[in-house]
């Protein structure tokens, strides 16, 4: 077993700290500024003996000697009582069993009952969370983890590792189940390394005649759609300063390796491993055969609305939110500097054929014939 890359990362301590914070219901609100930094880390990577079939590269997260995480932040399904009921008590044991410190949206501070102290970040303090937080942990559906990516926007370290446990609709890439919350935890705080899936991140940066106009970070895809107009769209797209196509239909999808699985998917695309450093690109109802295309992850591409186009198009990011471009806009799609490292549960290939196996399962419930007389009579 060979180690691969090593990168240490180190976070300086401020020579006085102030144990302030913002605790619901007990201190008045303070700033994120005033929590310590990420205790240090490293990630490193190593291949399996080249004589075992089968080996493959894994990524490990771990934090500096004698240390582990202090600062929890955590997401949760919104709107959902299970999910709020499981968050109370995942609080409680991280409080009561490590000391930790938890982080939730000061928007969510009424879903936790049974926290003597709680503290909060707002919308404006979301940019101190890559200075201060450790580990995140997800209750939730996909979604859930998708909304971690915006927390850490164009981070300038890596984000902290992720701990998903699933608590949605179908949780392709939520490996962990709740009810083995305390052997996780015990695991994670152990000081142990914790074996990772990097899933590849894009920065997509919406421009007019060359002046920014918005940029975005995105796990999943970026999707061009014509959206509610009754024109097909036209795009014209280039890679490495190089015109490859004009695409006239429904749209255009961008995709990462972990969304390669969602609406690529659905839309005729190729299921991509993790593991693979490539993006995907999946046209929509084009007109003509246009296939498909998988790129290097070091590509740069463009994508214009053509001068030509009928109708203005819309650009959705993770479908967590869009912009609407016009005629002389474009997007610029790169690979983000940072994955998203996902805690795996088993490995990244076994973790990612287990969430393959639930999108199996769901398209034969989706796809079953019901018998007329189980279709109520609404007439």
Known sequence: TGVLASRVF?????????????????????????????????????????????????????????????????????????????????????????????????????????????????????????????????LGGDGTLLTVTGLFPLSPSPPPPVISFNLGTLGVLMPHSFSDYVEILRSTFSGEPLLCSPRIRMVAEVTRQGEPKLIKEVMNEITLHRGNNLHASTLECSINGHLMSSFVGDGLILSTPTGSTAYSQWSGGPIIHPQVDAMVMTPIAARGHVPPAVLPSSTHLRVFVSPSARASVWIIFDGQSQVEIQRGEEVSIRKS???????????????????????????????????????????
């Open 10 to 138: 180190k976070n300086s301590r401020p020579t006085l700290f102030r144990s302030i914070y913002r605790c619901y219901s007990t201190t008045p609100s303070a700033s994120l500024v005033y929590l310590p930094p990420r205790v240090p880390f490293k990630i490193w990577e190593k291949e399996e003996d080249p004589k075992i079939l089968f080996s493959e590269r894994k990524t490990y997260f771990e934090w500096a000697e004698g240390q582990t995480a202090k600062t929890i932040l955590l997401v949760k399904k919104q709107r959902d009582p299970n999910t709020d009921q499981k968050a109370n008590i995942l609080l409680e044991y991280l409080q009561k069993s490590y000391g930790a410190r938890v982080l939730v949206d000061s928007k969510e501070v009424s879903d936790y009952k049974s926290c003597p102290s709680l503290i909060t970040y707002t919308t404006e303090e979301i940019p101190q969370l890559q200075r201060v937080v450790d580990l995140v942990i997800t």
């Open 337 to 379: 500097k940072y994955s998203l490292l996902s805690v795996c549960k088993e490995s990244a290939t076994g973790d990612w054929v287990a969430g393959n196996n639930k999108i199996d399962s769901d398209i034969l419930k989706a796809n079953v014939w019901v018998s007329s007389s189980s279709v109520p009579n609404v007439i």
